[in-house]
């Protein structure tokens, strides 16, 4: 029962290089979103995918793009690497259902951009 | 706009003492309040939400819409409650599809 994986785990770019996070889920569920966590400003939402083929801005979506591959796929790419964007990030899924909605989190990818 | 502050990035207590990690939020309407926790080399799960009225790991949250609080308690610390806390808040344009977390509070609870 893998639930949300994330791959890489660690990834170090140099300024202006491209590359994309995976995330996969295999809990059948509709959401999906990435986060980034910095120090002292928690988890700020990227953007989310309510569903499969759609995609939608988060609080900080500038210099990502995202691809909702299928139900279980969600990936995040970053076109130019910025240091600004060294940060940990974090897949989610979401159950859904009930009203509410439980996120459940990958382990995260912990990215540096020098 | 909404918002989750925690105004505390680090909370120290000896173990047995009382825990209360807090949580104010900025928000219009009827927020749903949450409690994620992060336990050292864990994923982020959801401890508590505030609709359930739960107690989990002897943890309880009450909302207080006058004081715009949500703040997380324990009457006893344990060690294994070390960890990160982080107070989200969904609701308002979007719908539930969009947590806003705060800060964060790390909790370190001393033998």
């Known amino acids: 029962n893998a639930g949300v994986t994330q791959t890489p785990k660690f990834q170090v770019l140099k300024t202006g290089q491209s590359m994309t996070l995976q995330c996969a889920q295999d809990?059948?569920?509709?959401?999906m979103y990435w986060y980034r966590q910095d120090p002292g400003m928690g988890l700020r939402l990227i953007y989310y995918s309510a569903s499969e083929g759609t995609t939608d801005k988060g609080e900080v979506p500038n210099g990502y793009n995202v691809s909702r591959l299928n139900k279980r796929e969600f990936s995040l790419r970053l076109e130019s690497a910025a240091p600004s964007q060294t940060s940990v990030y974090f897949c989610?899924?979401?159950?859904?259902?009930?009203?509410?909605?439980?996120?459940?989190f990958g382990s995260g990818t912990q990215l540096s951009v020098l | 706009a909404q918002r989750v502050t925690q105004p505390e990035k680090l909370l120290s207590v000896f173990k047995g003492a009382p825990v209360e990690l807090k949580c104010n939020y900025s928000y219009s309407g009827s927020p749903e309040l949450f409690w994620y926790v992060q336990y050292s080399r864990q994923r982020l799960q959801l401890l508590l939400r505030?609709?359930s009225r739960e107690s989990i790991k002897g943890f309880t949250a009450d909302l207080n819409k006058g004081e715009t609080s949500f703040h997380l308690k324990k009457p006893f610390a344990q060690e294994e409650d070390s960890a990160m806390y982080y107070c989200?808040?969904?609701?308002?344009?979007?719908?539930?599809?969009?947590?806003?977390f705060g800060a964060g509070t790390r909790l370190a609870v001393h033998p």
């Open positions: 505030h609709i």
């Open positions: 989200a808040l969904s609701g308002g344009s979007g719908g539930y599809n969009k947590l806003i």
């Open positions: 989610a899924s979401s159950e859904e259902g009930q009203g509410w909605e439980k996120l459940f």
């Open positions: 809990m059948n569920h509709n959401s």
